[in-house]
């Protein structure tokens, strides 16, 4: 790994460090962390190294929904990822959320993370980008596209690590 990366690395954990020490005081436990693709596969490496693992919530709850109808996948899914999600905390986060823009299971990505951060502290890896003043996934028109405004997003800590630059 470069020095660039480590230096990156290092202040990721610290900015984490950080918002979880500041969502403590807040009604929803929860960080969320924006990367680009190519930051995240070559921090997810290093970020193991430093003790951090990753719950790949994608693959865990398709295991569990690939033998259930439509309707029980939709009806399933919170139960469901409140038990996939049970250990996450400041060394385990989700990564791979990509399943919650399905839109045949009609979930909102952002309401399941704030609702399950009520009850225990959430780090998330978002599976998107910020563009402007939004937390963004899929591109306009396609049929999994989410966007949030970041201004509706105020009790929840969203580090923007694109391109490098931690904010």
Same mark, same amino acid.
């Given at each position: 790994?470069?020095?660039?990366?480590?230096?990156?690395?290092?202040?990721?954990?610290?900015?984490?460090?950080?918002?979880?020490?500041?969502?403590?005081?807040?009604?929803?436990?929860?960080?969320?962390?924006?990367?680009?693709?190519?930051?995240?596969?070559?921090?997810?490496s290093g970020l193991i190294e430093d003790g951090i693992t990753?719950?790949?919530?994608?693959?865990?709850?398709?295991?569990?929904?690939?033998?259930?109808?439509?309707?029980?996948?939709?009806?399933?899914?919170?139960?469901?990822?409140?038990?996939?999600?049970?250990?996450?905390?400041?060394?385990?986060?989700?990564?791979?959320?990509?399943?919650?823009?399905? /839109?045949?299971? #009609?979930?909102?990505?952002?309401?399941? +993370?704030?609702? =399950?951060?009520?009850? $225990?502290? @959430?780090? *998330?890896?978002?599976?998107?980008?910020?563009?402007?003043?939004?937390?963004?996934?899929?591109? /306009?028109?396609? #049929?999994?596209?989410?966007?949030?405004? +970041?201004?509706? =997003?105020?009790?929840? $800590?969203? @580090?923007? *690590?694109?391109?490098?630059?931690?904010?």
């Open positions: 790994m470069h020095y660039i990366s480590l230096l990156f690395r290092d202040k990721l954990l610290d900015r984490v460090a950080q918002a979880i020490d500041e969502v403590e005081y807040y009604s929803h436990k929860l960080a969320i962390i924006v990367l680009s693709t190519d930051e995240r596969q070559e921090l997810e990753f719950i790949n919530v994608s693959k865990l709850l398709s295991k569990k929904l690939v033998s259930l109808s439509i309707n029980e996948r939709i009806c399933q899914i919170e139960d469901l990822f409140v038990d996939v999600a049970a250990d996450c905390g400041k060394d385990k986060w989700l990564t791979k959320l990509d399943i919650f823009c399905e /839109p045949s299971l #009609q979930t909102d990505i952002l309401s399941l +993370l704030k609702w =399950l951060s009520k009850s $225990q502290l @959430i780090v *998330a890896i978002w599976p998107g980008c910020i563009e402007g003043s939004s937390l963004v996934y899929a591109k /306009p028109g396609s #049929q999994d596209y989410r966007t949030y405004s +970041l201004n509706e =997003l105020k009790n929840i $800590q969203v @580090i923007n *690590a694109c391109n490098g630059v931690i904010k």
